[in-house]
């Protein structure tokens, strides 16, 4: 079955330090990868997404994620995080021409100032 | 509007009632997306047109979740014999193309 796995439940970072967030998905063919956000109190929002091409995508706020297809693995990075970026991230994908996402439980950062 | 919206923000109701949760895509976005988010859970994928149809709605639980688009622009999700299960934030996405944006959802809670 396809699925999303998060390692981190909740992550507490004081500022400044870097950040990464492990994500690997269960899928045998082509994805189509994304990180989405949802800060306090908002809706979700995509960070960035990757369909083809450099492995290596950045995305809104400084934050990147690298797809490592032997690996199954779309790790997301942010070199100096910011008290601004305490809020859930979400892994997810589609394979093939789905549309529908499939989407990992989340990962909680709390960000110290 | 400039987003998707998604009304009520709140639905308290009792077990067995019927509910409808409404939602209003970004104009000309034909790909309309239910998802349900219970608490500590990722978004799961109920249901998803393509205009006025239903293209894929095997993430629907059961038969008591129905779901309408008509005129291909505002979706109703519909649920019947509400059961305490169900209680969980339904979230509606639109697309033009590769990415959906999401609404703020519907908090549903069934007492």
């Known amino acids: 079955a396809q699925s999303v796995s998060q390692h981190n439940h909740h992550v507490i970072l004081s500022e400044a330090a870097s950040l990464e967030l492990g994500c690997n998905y269960s899928y045998g063919g082509t994805v189509n990868l994304f990180w989405y956000v949802q800060y306090p109190g908002q809706h979700l929002q995509l960070l960035l997404k990757y369909f083809s091409g450099d492995p290596l995508v950045k995305g809104i706020k400084g934050f990147e994620a690298e797809f490592i297809k032997s690996k199954f693995s779309f790790n997301l990075r942010k070199p100096s995080v910011q008290w601004s970026d305490t809020a859930e991230y979400f892994c997810a994908f589609y394979g093939g021409s789905q549309g529908n996402l499939i989407f990992g439980k989340g990962t909680k950062l709390s960000v110290k100032p | 509007g400039a987003g998707v919206s998604q009304t009520p923000s709140n639905k308290v109701t009792e077990k067995g009632k019927y509910v409808e949760l409404r939602c209003d895509p970004i104009?000309?976005?034909?790909?309309l997306y239910w998802y349900r988010q219970s608490l500590g859970q990722g978004p799961e994928f109920l249901i998803y047109f393509q205009g006025t149809g239903a293209a894929d709605d095997s993430g629907l639980p059961n038969d008591r979740f129905f779901a309408v688009r008509p005129e291909g622009s505002v979706s109703t999700l519909k649920i019947q014999r509400t059961e305490r299960g169900d209680s969980a934030v339904y979230l509606c996405?639109?697309?033009?193309?590769?990415?959906?944006?999401f609404g703020p959802g519907t908090r549903l809670t069934v007492l």
């Open positions: 996405a639109s697309s033009g193309g590769d990415e959906q944006f």
């Open positions: 104009s000309g976005h034909t790909a």
